[in-house]
């Protein structure tokens, strides 16, 4: 029974691993629209109103657009908590990953969603997402420094499970659009609110299950 | 077809020797400007009847249906305008357009009978030859092709009626059309079992797009449109808008797509292949912003993205 749980524990793994692996593969061709630099690219396309408006929208954007990929490869090296033969591998990660998010990232993506599609509602939503993505990073730096590492451990799983709303976010859009076919902005509405709040909700009912 | 070739050759060689003889004859006795001018340029006659005719243009013949995939013998329907731009003594000259394809015509006119025979040059495959009737303001007659076996409906008719064409900035697709795009059905395999048999069976399902009535409600012509406009619109909704303008200029669409909303209309009237010229300035800016619109929806509407 035991070493039954155990394989199915260890099956999860691995297809999580998998499924981690070929997202953040679709992520990576995403970030590669952006290089070289240009103001018109990709989703830029419709965002021309902000770049000329604003001179400082494109030095944000491109600072997330940057910074996110590697905050996704860390976040996922440094929580599966193994240091592959290399010393500290899992606290330099960890490093890392705090210091894109809490200076680079997460500010960012809070300015971007200042001015986010989809109207007040979407806007409101990245919002906050970037203001929980912060502080929940921030409260799992501060936990480790401290050494409290169960605390740390948890703060860590919320944070990435912000992360991973990259991911959840565009999975969701594929979906509903090929359910639905909605109007474009009224399918982001809904993504907005939907790429982050089950992950969150998915972790807090980890956490109080002590599975976490 | 060579007959007529060598005709055609030899009544174009006789009015110009009829002109060079005039030429040669006043240039020897007068200096005067306005009489060598006179004799220089062949008169034209009829120059009430120059205009556009427009309307319907039938013929027999094979159509592809979009859904089944197949071909079947039925009648095709389309819009054509002929463009009479100069009438001589011995010839006439003008256009015609159909499906965004403008091939010039020469031919004659018979006083009498008061018929056109217009021919296109046959350098296409799709030229033909005009044989038509002007009854006041209207010219019904027919056509046929040169190559009967290029072209799916060899044997066409004519009913046209002589319109004005004037740019108006104010006209919209009528809120009666049907706004449903019918040339690019997407095909869904769907399953369902079988009642007598209980096997699982395959049927292909087609799905349309339609547009919304924003095509209604906004004008590409009048109004400088905004990315705020446009952000929540479908595809097809933002290429109706960017095409009104073209068909606002009288544009003739090479995509069945687009010549079927617009002939819903009664003011559209396809004057000329390529009308990109009498674009306004902000009718030009709203075009290429609604293109940087349709790119996006175009590759990432349904793509794992944002």
Redesign the interface.
């Known amino acids: 029974m035991y070493f039954a749980k155990k394989n199915t524990s260890l099956f999860f793994k691995i297809l999580l691993i998998i499924g981690f692996g070929y997202f953040f593969w679709?992520m990576l061709t995403?970030t590669m629209e952006y290089i070289p630099f240009n103001t018109?690219v990709?989703?830029l396309?419709?965002?021309?109103?902000e770049v000329r408006q604003r001179p400082e929208y494109l030095s944000f954007f491109y600072v997330h657009v940057y910074t996110s990929i590697f905050v996704l490869l860390f976040g996922f090296l440094a929580i599966l908590r193994k240091d592959f033969g290399l010393k500290n591998f899992h606290r330099n990660a960890g490093k890392i990953y705090i210091f894109l998010i809490l200076l680079l990232a997460a500010p960012s993506g809070i300015y971007m969603g200042i001015f986010a599609?989809g109207g007040l509602y979407s806007k409101i939503s990245f919002v906050i997402l970037g203001c929980l993505w912060w502080l929940s990073t921030f409260k799992a730096y501060h936990l480790a420094r401290q050494k409290k590492f169960k605390a740390h451990k948890q703060w860590m799983w919320r944070s990435f499970a912000l992360t991973v709303s990259a991911i959840t976010?565009?999975?969701w859009?594929?979906i509903i659009?090929?359910l639905f076919h909605p109007?474009?902005?009224?399918v982001?509405q809904i993504i907005s609110w939907l790429g982050w709040i089950p992950n969150f909700i998915l972790i807090e009912y980890l956490i109080t299950k002590k599975l976490i | 077809m060579k007959i007529l070739k060598l005709l055609l050759i030899s009544f174009f060689t006789m009015g110009l020797i009829a002109c060079k003889k005039d030429v040669k004859t006043t240039d020897s006795s007068k200096d005067s400007l306005t009489a060598r001018k006179d004799s220089a340029v062949v008169p034209e006659v009829y120059k009430e009847y120059y205009g556009i005719y427009t309307g319907e243009f039938a013929g027999e013949g094979r159509i592809y249906d979009n859904e089944t995939d197949e071909y079947y013998n039925g009648t095709e329907y389309k819009k054509i305008s002929l463009k009479i731009s100069k009438i001589t003594k011995d010839s006439v000259y003008g256009q015609s357009i159909v499906d965004g394809n403008q091939r010039p015509f020469r031919g004659i006119f018979n006083e009498n009978t008061k018929t056109f025979v217009l021919d296109e040059p046959g350098n296409d495959k799709t030229d033909g030859r005009f044989e038509v009737k002007l009854t006041r303001d209207s010219l019904t007659g027919n056509w046929n092709a040169f190559n009967k076996s290029s072209v799916k409906a060899p044997s066409k008719s004519l009913k046209l009626i002589k319109k004005t064409f004037v740019y108006n900035p104010n006209f919209m697709l009528d809120e009666n059309s049907d706004l449903i795009d019918w040339e690019n059905p997407k095909k869904f395999v769907e399953k369902y079992i079988d009642e007598e048999t209980g096997k699982a069976e395959n049927y292909t399902a087609s799905k349309n797009r339609i547009a919304?009535d924003a095509v209604f409600k906004l004008n590409a012509s009048k109004q400088k449109l905004?990315?705020?406009d446009l952000?929540?619109?479908?595809k097809l909704d933002m290429e109706i808008i960017k095409n009104s303008v073209f068909a606002r200029h009288g544009y003739s669409f090479k995509k069945a797509t687009y010549r079927n909303f617009f002939e819903q209309t009664d003011w559209y009237i396809p004057v000329s292949n390529n009308v990109d010229n009498d674009l306004s300035p902000m009718e030009k800016e709203n075009v290429a912003l609604l293109n940087?619109?349709i790119?996006?929806?175009e590759d990432?509407?349904?793509?794992?993205?944002?």
Do not use: C, H, W
């Open positions: 679709l995403i018109e990709s989703f396309m419709i965002k021309q109103t599609n976010l565009r999975m859009k594929v659009v090929y109007n474009p902005m009224d982001y | 919304s905004t990315e705020k952000k929540n619109l479908r940087r619109f790119n996006y929806a990432k509407y349904d793509s794992f993205g944002r």
